[in-house]
């Protein structure tokens, strides 16, 4: 008689625990629907489009590869505009998404907001962000510059940076180093001190990442890239082709990542999308591969990308506001949520 009630009892609970959990396909790939993202991954790029990825498609040694941006689960795209401007610069729209507020001013007052890395810390998540390619205006070092609300902003977070130090005795880092990381700390790549990064983001983030996560169950790791945006705006299309490749071999590393137990959530957001037009074909686009010169758009466009990969990676399907990645991480079932806030 126990060992019946016992058997109930089990499957009772089971039924609960897969009750929430619903097993299908999303994009053709088996996917896990209402998981709890445990290990959250973010790459956001400024200028990205979709159809630059065209850039790598037509570089493969056959037509029937695809780059790894194609196995994402979910395209979605949004809307990149704040409450006093449409077309914001990439600080503001990276900003957005991450404090999801549409009330960012690019002053002291957007570090009044809690950034999702505080939400997520209140839920037993460890953050560290990369940042690539940013100067004094463009990083969220600048938070230390606004006070107190500026310190809180960035407490618990560990900052990495691909850039030049803007001061002396700064925290440093070097991918051949065995090396700790503490909270709310600053670090600067010791190969990014010259004029150029002597070292690649692929190699970086492999490196930064496994010595982050050896200890965390979860964790929320962020890069930010700017430098893609940096090389459309001088018109580089080669300079900018490095650095997609770059890209896509941290995405590639990163989807590795993820499986069907729907731990893993893998995001890849845009930001100030920047336009070109690509040649027709034939001779044009060969020597269009020589120069490098397309026809840039004079604004950048009105809707930036998504991609996501893994738990929860449904919700990011469809149109929407850019603030609103936000809340789309967080939120998933009613049975399956964080806590409150």
């Not at 949004?78 to 900003?95: D, G, H, K, M, V």
């Not at 230390?144 to 960035?154: M, N, Q, S, T």
């Not at 959530?265 to 027709?280: G, M, R, Y």
Request: aromatic share 14%.
């Amino acid at each position: 008689m126990n060992k019946i009630i016992t058997l109930i009892f089990t499957i009772l609970i089971l039924t609960n625990i897969f009750s929430c959990m619903r097993f299908g396909t999303l994009n053709l790939r088996e996917h896990n629907y209402g998981a709890l993202p445990t290990e959250i991954i973010w790459i956001q790029v400024a200028g990205l489009q979709e159809e630059h990825l065209a850039m790598l498609r037509f570089y493969m040694p056959t037509v029937f590869e695809k780059t790894s941006f194609e196995s994402a689960q979910c395209l979605g795209k949004t809307w990149t505009y704040t409450l006093y401007e449409i077309r914001p610069n990439a600080f503001i729209s990276q900003t957005m998404e991450l404090i999801g507020k549409k009330n960012i001013k690019d002053n002291c007052s957007d570090f009044n907001y809690s950034p999702i890395w505080k939400y997520l810390t209140d839920n037993g998540y460890e953050t560290a962000m990369l940042e690539v390619g940013v100067n004094e205006n463009d990083s969220f070092e600048k938070a230390l510059k606004c006070g107190e609300k500026g310190k809180d902003f960035l407490q618990d977070l560990i900052l990495w940076k691909m850039a030049k130090a803007e001061r002396k005795g700064m925290e440093s880092f070097h991918l051949q180093e065995e090396k700790s990381f503490s909270k709310s700390k600053i670090y600067y790549d010791k190969a990014c001190q010259q004029n150029e990064c002597y070292s690649g983001l692929s190699r970086n983030v492999e490196y930064l990442f496994e010595n982050f996560i050896k200890n965390n169950n979860r964790y929320f790791f962020l890069v930010r890239d700017v430098s893609y945006l940096k090389a459309l705006e001088k018109k580089n299309l080669e300079g900018a082709r490095e650095v997609l490749l770059e890209i896509e071999k941290t995405y590639k590393y990163f989807l590795n990542k993820t499986d069907l137990k729907g731990k893993v959530l893998l995001l890849l957001s845009s930001s100030s999308p920047w336009s070109f037009e690509f040649p027709d074909g034939g001779k044009d686009w060969i020597q269009f591969e020589k120069t490098g010169q397309p026809n840039f758009y004079h604004k950048s466009s009105l809707m930036g990308l998504v991609l996501a990969t893994g738990a929860r990676a449904e919700n990011f399907c469809g149109i929407y506001d850019e603030a609103e990645i936000f809340r789309r991480i967080i939120e998933g079932p009613k049975k399956i949520k964080f806590k409150s806030w």
